[in-house]
C-alpha cells in the first residue's frame, strides 16, 4: 500500500490465489514455482521486484519441513532474482536505469530466530545475494527486517504498515542495505556481515561472464 500511495502499480505474484478482497495487487499471478512464458513476461514490465515469501518450519528439522522450507525461502527467491537481473542485463539503458531489486532476508540472517532451518535458508539467500550483487546490473536492496505481524509470525513486534513505511524512506535515500528492527544488535552485526561477505566474495570469486547488452 505504501507503494501504491507513491503512484505504484502493485503486481502479485504467489503460489496463493488472488485475495478474495482483492488485496493490495492490481494484477496477480499464481505461480508454480517454475520459470515459464508468463512469469517471464511479467516480469519485463515490473521496474522494482520485491521477494518477500517464504514459510517458517518453527521447531521442525524432518526431511519434509528442510525440503519445504529450501524451496520456498531459497530456492524459489533465486529463481526470481536470476531471471530479473537477467531480463535486465538484456534491458535497453533506458529500461535499465529504473529496475531494482529489493530481497528480505530476513534478520534470522545474522540472529537467531529459534528456528534452525529458517535460519540456514535466509543466511544462504543472504549469502548468494552478495555474490549476485558484486555483478548485478541494477541496485539490489537487502532487507533486514526484525519481527512485524503477518501471516507468518502473527506475534511479531512491529506492524507491517510501519515496516513498509520506514523501507520505502530508506530505500528513496538510496540504501543498499536497510534495517528495520527493534534489535540494537542487528545494526551492528548485519553491516558487519555484508562487509565480510562482500570482501570475502571479491576476494575468492571472479566476476560473472556478462553479455554487454545494446545501449
Not at 118 to 134: A, D, I, M, W
Not at 136 to 152: D, I, M, Q, T
Not at 167 to 175: F, G, S, T, V
Amino acid at each position: 500500500q505504501g507503494l501504491q500511495r507513491r503512484g505504484a502499480t502493485v503486481v502479485g505474484i504467489s503460489r496463493s490465489p488472488a485475495p478474495q478482497d482483492g488485496g493490495p495487487g492490481e494484477r496477480w499471478l499464481v505461480w508454480n514455482g517454475q520459470i515459464d512464458a508468463a512469469l517471464e513476461a511479467l516480469l519485463l514490465d515490473v521496474d522494482i521486484l520485491v521477494i518477500n515469501h517464504g514459510v517458517n518450519p518453527l521447531g521442525r528439522r524432518d526431511a519434509t519441513a528442510i525440503a519445504e522450507t529450501l524451496q520456498a525461502n531459497l530456492l524459489s527467491a533465486q529463481a526470481l532474482i536470476d531471471l530479473f537481473l537477467r531480463q535486465t542485463r538484456q534491458l535497453p539503458r533506458q529500461r535499465r536505469v529504473h529496475r531494482e531489486l529489493w530481497v528480505n532476508t530476513s534478520e534470522a540472517e545474522v540472529g537467531p530466530a529459534f528456528s534452525p532451518v529458517y535460519e540456514v535458508s535466509k543466511r544462504s539467500l543472504g549469502n548468494l545475494l552478495t555474490l549476485q550483487s558484486l555483478d548485478a546490473p541494477c541496485p539490489v536492496r537487502r532487507l533486514v527486517l526484525g519481527p512485524f505481524r503477518s501471516s507468518l509470525n502473527p506475534y511479531g513486534l512491529m506492524s507491517a504498515d510501519f515496516v513498509a513505511e520506514r523501507i520505502l524512506n530508506l530505500a528513496a535515500r538510496d540504501l543498499r542495505l536497510i534495517i528495520v528492527s527493534f534489535n540494537p544488535c542487528t545494526y551492528l552485526l548485519a553491516p558487519l556481515a555484508s562487509l565480510m561477505g562482500t570482501l570475502y566474495g571479491r576476494l575468492c570469486t571472479g566476476p560473472a561472464a556478462v553479455v554487454n547488452p545494446d545501449p
